[in-house]
């Protein structure tokens, strides 16, 4: 039976917040499926909503990566803070095998839960606060990114371009 369904939070990242005394708040929100259109129906800046993007390495690591909701991962750039020869978005299938209980899209940013890496862009530290998709394409919560990346183990780089960026 899944931990989750897609109206409301997965029960161990709320159970992991509180138990890493991540200060945090559930938002409850319309339907979204993309982390811009998230940040939207939640109020708040694409800058401070955390796109969470799967990756394939060379050697078959998967990995999580966040940006902006309003920026694109650098693959290139991805590859070489990985130390790896390149990376490859993860298949919707790939993503269901790393966490089968949240739906394609929604996996929190979590090595203890998501069970791979999580690695985020310089830009994410720019806020206090970040939102994430909370395991529903209907929930995100709110949290202290500090006390987030302290929990959680995150490593920092260069690895993504805005959007103009992107298509310039």
Partial sequence: MAATSDTGPFVHLITWL???DVSFEVHDHPLAYTASATAHAEGVSERSFGKVVGVGTA???KVLAVVDASDRVDL???AAFLGT???TLLTEHELDEILPDCPGGTIPPVPEIARVDVVADEA???DPQISFHAGSHRTSVRVDRQAW???AGIRYGS???TAEAAVG
Avoid: F, K, P, Y
């Fill in 124 to 126: 994410v530290r720019a």
């Fill in 18 to 20: 509180e138990d890493h």
């Fill in 85 to 87: 020869d390149w990376v």
């Fill in 76 to 78: 290139e750039r991805l």
């Fill in 159 to 161: 690895l993504a371009m």
């Fill in 59 to 61: 050697d078959g690591t």
């Fill in 149 to 151: 990346e302290r929990a």
